[in-house]
């Protein structure tokens, strides 16, 4: 009895065809399957199943290809040679194979059978794909690529390998009912809402047509809590307001109350029902809130020191103006008397029009004229001026009460310190009095003595700083005449009497020396 065994066979098409856009398959084990000038996505597809076509006729749908397939599975047994009887009979043995070597299968395929050639894995048996028609050896016009068999990337399982889920009809009709009762309610949903929206609409003139809102209205106008009836005001309120109670029927909730403060929620005025005509709002206690900023966390005032001082200096400043204010709260408007004498007059010219800004800040009775005309008395003077023409000291100067002047803000920078302005004729009147320095001559001789004494401080400072560098010169004369220093460098010579000596190449300087 001959010996049975599987046969490798592989198939590629008659044209041959170089590396450019070759798209290699491989079977689920890694084994390589197919290579075809295309990819299996722009293949056409069988509807029965679904598989890949590679058409074998010349025609627009030919593909060049190679297929590494086996004709044996390991569910078929080898071919076993057939008599010559039956050499042109379709032999169908118990595993299904059908064929003239039984290694074909018949498929019911639509009420009738096809049968199929199938093509299997060389490595691990799985099958790959099929051809229609018999024949040993034979090519069919059309070679089937099983979906979801092949991967483009080895060893990789591709997407199309688990196929689609499976339903039982009981779960689709489930799935249906389930489909019909969403769309049912979604289909009533906007049905009310285009109701709504339609009663809502405004007509030609921009008005809501006539109706009566429900109580679940979102209108504002619909009515709500504070319609209902109290017992303070069911006897008082107007019919409008008994007819919307009547439409609007009981109230659902509690009547509005009172916002409950630091007591709490007890009886009393706080939880008595708010009057009809107030309606719902809140009673917040405004001096117990507290800015929390929003819940961020800023930089506050008071880790900026520059902010802070400049907070204080805003601070005094004000201060400042309303004792200013307050002190010469009667020299402000004065009104005017009937009786012209006592009326306050220029000092100068008499006239009743007096600058506001020399009476009210300084206290002096002037008018603008006048001012104008003696800027040697009226000039307003820095703090800088006071101190280093008329040798004022900085307490003298801050004394209000003392030397009145007016502040203005510092014109080099905002946050510094405010500018003090003086009255020139204030200012001398203290300072040429008894109290500072007696006369002009006197403050003269003051004046001379400070700037021959800064003369002084300055010559001796000048001097001491020029001692130090006459220290460090003398050093660096020393340190040179140090560096100049000669040193002897001496060889042997013979003397006048023929002794051994030692004498300087430079300076010829010799030493006796004796050799043993």
Excluded at 26 to 45: M, S
Excluded at 50 to 67: D, E, F, I, M, Q
Excluded at 300 to 314: F, H, I, S, T, W
Excluded at 341 to 370: A, I, S, W, Y
Aim: proline content about 7%; charged content about 30%.
């Amino acid at each position: 009895m001959p010996k049975g065994g599987g046969r490798h066979a592989i198939s590629q098409s008659k044209e041959d065809f170089g590396p450019e856009n070759l798209h290699v398959h491989y079977c689920l084990c890694g084994e390589f399957i197919l290579v075809v000038d295309a990819p299996l996505a722009q293949l056409p597809r069988r509807p029965f199943d679904g598989s890949y076509c590679l058409v074998n006729r010349s025609g627009p749908a030919y593909r060049t290809y190679k297929l590494n397939v086996s004709e044996h599975g390991k569910d078929l047994p080898p071919p076993r040679p057939l008599d010559k009887a039956e050499g042109d009979s379709l032999v169908v043995n118990a595993f299904g194979a059908a064929g003239k070597e039984g290694n074909g299968v018949l498929v019911n395929h639509d009420g009738g059978f096809e049968f199929q050639r199938r093509f299997f894995c060389p490595r691990c048996q799985l099958q790959v794909g099929y051809e229609t028609k018999p024949g040993e050896g034979q090519r069919g016009d059309v070679t089937f690529i099983l979906a979801g068999a092949l991967s483009s990337v080895q060893n990789q399982v591709p997407a199309d390998a688990f196929g689609e889920p499976t339903l039982t009809p009981e779960q689709v009709r489930k799935f249906e009912e389930n489909r019909l009762r969403a769309k049912a309610k979604l289909q009533e949903r906007e049905r009310v809402q285009r109701q709504n929206s339609a009663a809502e609409r405004p007509n030609a003139l921009g008005k809501r047509p006539l109706q009566v809102l429900p109580a679940d209205s979102t209108s504002p106008t619909a009515p709500n809590a504070r319609y209902a009836a109290t017992a303070t005001s069911a006897g008082t309120r107007s019919a409008s307001n008994a007819l919307q109670a009547a439409l609007s029927g009981p109230s659902r909730g509690p009547p509005v109350k009172h916002f409950a403060g630091a007591d709490g929620p007890g009886g009393g005025a706080d939880t008595a029902p708010l009057p009809s005509m107030i309606g719902q709002y809140v009673e917040y206690d405004l001096s117990t809130l507290k800015n929390s900023r929003g819940g961020f966390l800023l930089e506050g005032e008071e880790d900026d020191p520059r902010r802070l001082k400049e907070r204080q200096m805003q601070e005094e400043l004000k201060r400042m103006r309303l004792e200013n204010a307050r002190k010469q709260g009667q020299l402000r408007q004065a009104t005017m008397s009937l009786d012209p004498t006592e009326n306050p007059k220029c000092v100068h010219c008499g006239t009743l029009d007096l600058d506001d800004q020399l009476r009210t800040v300084f206290g002096v009775m002037c008018c603008t004229n006048c001012k104008k005309e003696r800027p040697e008395m009226y000039s307003l003077l820095t703090k800088t001026e006071c101190k280093e023409d008329y040798l004022l000291t900085e307490p003298e100067l801050r004394d209000t009460e003392l030397m009145p002047h007016l502040l203005r803000p510092n014109p080099h920078r905002p946050t510094y310190s405010n500018m003090m302005l003086f009255l020139r004729c204030q200012v001398e009147e203290f300072a040429f009095s008894d109290k500072k320095w007696g006369s002009a001559e006197a403050l003269d001789a003051e004046f001379e003595r400070r700037e021959a004494e800064k003369k002084d401080k300055k010559s001796k400072k000048f001097a001491k700083k020029l001692q130090e560098l006459r220290k460090k010169t003398k050093t660096n004369v020393w340190h040179r005449r140090q560096d100049a220093e000669h040193r002897h460098e001496f060889e042997d010579a013979t003397g006048a009497r023929g002794e051994t000596v030692q004498r300087c190449r430079e300076c010829g300087f010799e030493t006796e020396t004796e050799t043993f």
